[in-house]
């Protein structure tokens, strides 16, 4: 069974950092595009950066640009999400997801196969 995990939300205050975590497993993933969206009450699921299965190129929201990071560790399965710089309005469920190479870059959700099942991001001001 493929199953992605996500971790590492909490409260922060604003200005704080968290570093998210999302650990695959069932299969490999060292060759999919991952990518990370997150969702507040009341709005659509939004994407917020991804990596390439190669981990050459980023792709970033404009909203998170210079403050969110994206790595992967293919050998471990596992791709990080490091936020820096947090702001009441990046409170959020955030859900690591998978795509096959051909949705790098890609902003939307239906590009994408596989979810984690959300990690809990609230950022106090």
């Known amino acids: 069974q493929v199953r992605l995990v996500d971790s590492g939300g909490g409260l922060v205050q604003a200005g704080g950092s968290l570093r998210l975590s999302c650990a695959a497993s069932?299969?490999?993933?060292?060759?999919?595009?991952m990518g990370w969206f997150r969702q507040a009450p009341a709005k659509e699921r939004e994407f917020v950066i991804a990596i390439s299965w190669s981990g050459d190129t980023t792709y970033y929201a404009d909203s998170v640009k210079g403050r969110f990071t994206i790595s992967r560790d293919n050998a471990k399965n596992t791709v990080y999400l490091q936020m820096n710089n947090l702001e009441p309005e990046d409170t959020a469920v955030y859900y690591c997801?998978?795509?096959?190479?051909?949705?790098?870059?890609?902003?939307?959700?239906?590009?994408?196969?596989?979810w984690g099942q959300g990690t809990q991001v609230t950022v106090s001001s």
């Open positions: 997801a998978a795509g096959p190479p051909s949705s790098s870059g890609s902003y939307y959700p239906a590009d994408y196969d596989y």
């Open positions: 069932g299969r490999t993933f060292s060759r999919d595009t």
